[in-house]
Structure formats: structure tokens, C-alpha cells
């Protein structure tokens, strides 16, 4: 059975850090991209973040370029999202999800087929 959890999400202050946590069963995160979305209430469910198969590099939105950090351990069976700089406006559920594709292509739900079941991150002072 394919599975998703992620964790690691909370309160944190503004300028503050977090690291989530995609832990996946039932398949090797190794042979899949991925990817990291959010939604915050009101909103439609944006890409953040995506990682491909080993060399084939990482996507970011624009609205977290040089602030967030993705990264896969494989022994952990894990992908990782690091949260640094973190303001306000990146308050939302945050949801990890596997790809179709070994290779990120846009961050967009339709090219994503398992979700986890996400996690608060909520920035506020």
C-alpha cells in the first residue's frame, strides 16, 4: 500500500525555521520525484518544491526560492523540506506527494498521484 506522512509541522515566529518530513512506504522514493505543496485556507493548493530521482536536480517556487531547502534521504526512505526565513504568508497545510514521473516536471497536483495527509505550519508572532 503507497503511503505518505509527513511531519514536523507547528508555531513558529516569523524569521523562525522548520523542517517537514515525507516519510513514504510501499514504494522507494529513490525511483520517483518529490514534490511539496500547500494550501492555505481560501486558497488553491500552490507547488513549492520538487525533487527528482538522483541527478536530476530540484524545482522551487518562486515565492520560497532561497529559503527552502528539499532534499531525500534514502536510507530513511524520507524527503525532507527545510523552512528557513519564514514569514507569515507561508502559514498553510503543507502536503507531500509522488510524482507520475521519475523527472519534476511543473509543480502542479495533476502530475502528482499519492498525497500524504499534510501538516500544519503556522508563522505568527
Known amino acids: 500500500q503507497l503511503q505518505l506522512v509527513e511531519s514536523g509541522g507547528g508555531l513558529v515566529q516569523p524569521g523562525g525555521s522548520l523542517k517537514l518530513s515525507c516519510a513514504a512506504s510501499?514504494?522507494?522514493?529513490?525511483?520517483?520525484?518529490i514534490g511539496w505543496f500547500r494550501q492555505a485556507p481560501g486558497k488553491a493548493r500552490e507547488g513549492v518544491s520538487c525533487?527528482?530521482?538522483?541527478?536530476?536536480?530540484?524545482n522551487y517556487a518562486n515565492s520560497v526560492k532561497g529559503r527552502f531547502t528539499i532534499s531525500r534521504d534514502s536510507a530513511k526512505n524520507t524527503v525532507y523540506l527545510q523552512m528557513n526565513s519564514l514569514k507569515p504568508e507561508d502559514t498553510a497545510v503543507y502536503y507531500c506527494?509522488?510524482?507520475?514521473?521519475?523527472?519534476?516536471?511543473?509543480?502542479?497536483?495533476?502530475?502528482?498521484?499519492?498525497w500524504g495527509q499534510g501538516t500544519q505550519v503556522t508563522v505568527s508572532s
Open positions: 525533487i527528482s530521482v538522483s541527478g536530476g536536480g530540484s
Open positions: 506527494a509522488r510524482a507520475k514521473d521519475r523527472l519534476c516536471g511543473k509543480i502542479v497536483s495533476l502530475n502528482f498521484d499519492t
Open positions: 510501499g514504494f522507494t522514493t529513490d525511483y520517483w520525484a
